[in-house]
């Protein structure tokens, strides 16, 4: 109970703290307003300042589900090739992605994340759409990592 008045009090005091005090304004007489700018032509402009700090953060929050999900899709194919000695096919990973796998099978049936399919355990395990063409993430093998590679390193893998 102390704890919860204590934390209480020092939230109070440091919410009070000292603010400055503003300083009284002069009167003055508004201005004419100023015209309205023009409307902008989104498909010839250039984007809207502040609002690339906006997109940028939701596609680094994009990379990191992505790459969690690669993880753990890595983590299945790994157990899946300890208990039978053997990577699974496509239809045994899809399989395996229930309950809170179900994200990650909706993205390899929407076409999101491609399997390879490949019994290489040290081979390319899958990938995302279109890093072959612009880079992305991979998942490879023997130990399930799952990170960034370049478009180049994709062709490599996939041995185009």
Same mark, same amino acid.
């Given at each position: ?13 440091? &919410? ?7 300083? /009284?304004?002069?009167?003055?007489? /508004?201005?004419?307003?100023? /015209?309205?700018?023009?409307?902008? *032509?989104?498909?010839?402009?250039? /984007? ?6 906006? +997109?940028?953060?939701? +596609? ?11 993880? +753990?899709?890595?983590?299945?194919? &790994?157990? %899946? ?15 395996? &992605?229930?309950? *809170?796998?179900a994200s990650i099978r909706k993205q390899i049936d929407e076409g999101t994340i491609i399997l390879t ?9 899958? %990938?995302?759409?279109d890093a072959d063409r612009a880079g992305g993430i991979v998942l490879t093998g023997p130990s399930a ?12 893998? &996939?041995?185009?």
């Amino acid at each position: 109970m102390r704890f919860f008045i204590l934390c209480t009090v020092c939230a109070t005091i440091a &919410l009070s703290g000292c603010k400055k005090k503003n300083a /009284p304004m002069a009167v003055t007489k /508004p201005s004419d307003p100023e /015209p309205a700018p023009a409307p902008i *032509d989104d498909r010839n402009s250039a /984007p809207i300042a502040g609002g690339g700090a906006i +997109q940028n953060v939701r +596609q680094a929050a994009k990379r990191t589900v992505a790459l969690s999900d690669m993880h +753990q899709l890595g983590i299945m194919i &790994l157990q %899946y090739d300890l208990d039978n000695n053997k990577l699974p096919t496509v239809s045994e990973i899809k399989a395996m &992605l229930t309950g *809170d796998g179900a994200s990650i099978r909706k993205q390899i049936d929407e076409g999101t994340i491609i399997l390879t399919g490949t019994k290489d355990k040290a081979g390319l395990w899958a %990938y995302e759409v279109d890093a072959d063409r612009a880079g992305g993430i991979v998942l490879t093998g023997p130990s399930a990592n799952a990170r960034r590679a370049s478009a180049d390193e994709v062709k490599a893998l &996939l041995g185009k």
